[in-house]
């Protein structure tokens, strides 16, 4: 299985500053056939299904704010909130879709210093 | 507007079993894998099953295999969750999650159901 572990598993960041949640897979998820990685990034709002924010690793799904931004590649991954914003408030988790079973980091929250 | 109504839990007994619906609106869902997701109270979320668009194909987690079968109604535009063998820590909310641009990466989510299960 790839094992996927996100640093750190909490963050008190102020309002109007960079977050920076990062994600690590324990084998790469880069597929060499179509250089592509197999890594999203999802929002989860208390009380509130999960939402999709980033796939691909770096591509914004509709919607999503700009301040929002995946970067990485193979094994080590980073998901950063240039601008905290008092909605941003949330358990952020990456998951791989490389292969099964399709797993999970076990999640950052997120809160306003 | 896309939905994802999913309905079925409830409380279960240990040994027992549930089934869990989910009903999709708003896209053509017979193009779409689908997935079922789960979060247990105050936990991260474990991926549980997927299902091809046409059904041929499912893959399952290994704490469920065996003991959960996905299946869908295309007809119905509907997605089910089988879940025999009921163990304590299947207590979670369970989702169920569209496939898209990837058949594992879940653009689209429900509300969720959640299951409990205890004597």
């Known amino acids: 299985d790839i094992v996927m572990t996100q640093s750190p598993d909490s963050l008190a960041v102020s309002l109007g500053e960079r977050a920076t949640i990062n994600c690590k897979s324990s084998?790469?998820?880069?597929?060499?056939?179509?250089?592509?990685?197999?890594l999203a990034w999802y929002q989860q709002r208390p009380g509130q299904p999960p939402k999709l924010l980033i796939y691909?690793?770096?591509t914004r799904e509709s919607g999503v704010p700009d301040r929002f931004s995946g970067s990485g590649s193979g094994t080590d991954f980073t998901l950063t909130i240039s601008s905290l914003q008092p909605e941003d408030v949330a358990v952020y988790y990456c998951?791989?879709?490389?292969?099964?079973?399709?797993?999970f980091g076990q999640g950052t929250k997120l809160e306003i210093k | 507007e896309v939905q994802l109504v999913e309905s079925g839990g409830g409380l279960g007994q240990p040994g027992g079993s549930l089934r869990l619906s989910c009903a999709a609106s708003?896209?053509?869902?017979?193009?779409?894998?689908m997935n079922w997701v789960r979060q247990a109270p105050g936990k991260g979320l474990e991926w549980v099953s997927y299902?091809?668009?046409?059904?041929?194909?499912?893959y399952y987690a290994d704490s469920v295999k065996g003991r959960f079968t996905i299946s869908r109604d295309n007809a119905k535009n509907s997605l089910y969750l089988q879940m025999n063998s009921l163990r304590a820590e299947d207590t979670a909310i369970y989702y169920c999650?569209?496939?898209?641009?990837?058949?594992?990466?879940?653009?689209?989510w429900g509300q969720g159901t959640l299951v409990t299960v205890s004597s």
């Open positions: 999650a569209r496939g898209e641009v990837a058949p594992t990466l879940f653009d689209f």
């Open positions: 708003g896209f053509t869902f017979s193009s779409y894998e």
């Open positions: 299902i091809s668009s046409s059904g041929a194909t499912m």
């Open positions: 084998q790469s998820v880069l597929y060499s056939s179509n250089n592509k990685n197999y």
């Open positions: 691909w690793a770096s």
């Open positions: 998951q791989q879709y490389y292969d099964t079973p399709y797993i």
